[in-house]
């Protein structure tokens, strides 16, 4: 049993890690300044006799159910897009300010 959950774990992570391959290389390809992301939450989701399926709880509320045509199991992913064209880019200035100043060292 415990080789089973494993073996299905690792499936999950490898399917969750080739979604983001796939989508990741398929929008860099349109625009670098676009990132969708996917994360695999640590659980799966399964269909109850009712068809609703058991919640994704992790993520503070952002993971969803993702399942495969019939299938009554699935994973729990989140997924995020940032479109990083909506900020300006950094003056010297301040990136210069952003910069971390080493220890010891006073600011004036």
Known sequence: MEVKTFAFLQ???????????????????????????VNYCGM???QNDDGSWTPCTGDN??????HEGDKKAGLCL?????DLTQ???PSSSELE?????P??????
């Open 11 to 37: 499936i999950a992570v490898f399917i969750a890690l080739g979604i983001q391959l796939f989508v990741a290389g398929a929008d860099a390809a349109f625009s670098e300044d676009e990132y969708f992301t």
């Open 44 to 46: 799966n989701c399964t």
């Open 61 to 66: 509320g952002g993971c969803r159910c993702f």
């Open 78 to 82: 989140s997924t995020e897009y940032t």
């Open 87 to 89: 900020y300006s880019t």
């Open 97 to 101: 300010n952003a910069t971390p100043v």
């Open 103 to 108: 220890p010891g060292k006073s600011l004036h």
